[in-house]
């Protein structure tokens, strides 16, 4: 939920940033800061500019940013809090104006999965996600119950239906939190929530 740059170079970059913090729990970014912790300090009114431009042109929908000016033994370091976005999944736009979600993993931004999109948008509709506890569910808890983790190819072989439903199926389970989706490692898999 924190992140250190030296300074904001790239505003394509910076939009990825951005989109992972809102489609997370938020986080704060110290602009004039090395990776390291060291402070570099940053000419403040330049890396405003920058991020107010990436967050509003290149961040779909636009994410507000409240910034703060510190001055630190002489030194300028600039802290971007980003909140957790209330119409997720956020959008990075790219170099060729393609638009791309990211999520916070640790301290990196990494590309969502389809299933992570498809997550981040019934988690955040307007409409409750409803789900019908048929056979297909529970066959999916029990597996869980005795197993560690399922990955979509495995359920789909026990209980015998299409890619398409169930991923259905395990998109609305994790958007209610029943299961949980592990996407770093691929294949991503599902594990009890």
Not at 76 to 81: F, M, Q, S, T, Y
Not at 86 to 91: E, I
Not at 125 to 144: C, I, W
Request: aromatic fraction near 8%; proline fraction near 4%; charged fraction near 25%.
């Amino acid at each position: 939920m924190l992140d250190f740059k030296k300074e904001i170079s790239n505003v394509h970059r910076i939009a990825k940033t951005i989109v992972s913090f809102a489609n997370h729990h938020g986080g704060t970014l110290l602009v004039g800061v090395n990776d390291d912790g060291t402070i570099s300090g940053v000419k403040a009114e330049e890396e405003k500019f920058m991020l107010e431009k990436s967050a509003e042109f290149f961040c779909a929908p636009p994410v507000s940013l409240t910034m703060h000016e510190w001055n630190i033994r002489g030194k300028i370091v600039l802290e971007v809090i980003i909140p957790e976005g209330d119409v997720k999944p956020y959008y990075a736009i790219d170099e060729e104006g393609k638009k791309w979600v990211y999520v916070r993993q640790k301290d990196q931004s990494l590309l969502a999965s389809k299933v992570m999109v498809d997550v981040l948008r019934h988690k955040h509709s307007a409409r409750p996600v409803l789900v019908k506890f048929t056979s297909k569910e529970k066959a999916l808890m029990d597996y869980l119950n005795q197993h560690p983790r399922i990955t979509l190819k495995e359920f789909c072989k026990l209980v015998n239906i299409s890619r398409w439903r169930a991923q259905r199926i395990l998109v609305n389970l994790t958007a209610i939190g029943v299961i949980r989706l592990h996407d770093i490692e691929k294949p991503e898999f599902y594990t009890l929530g």
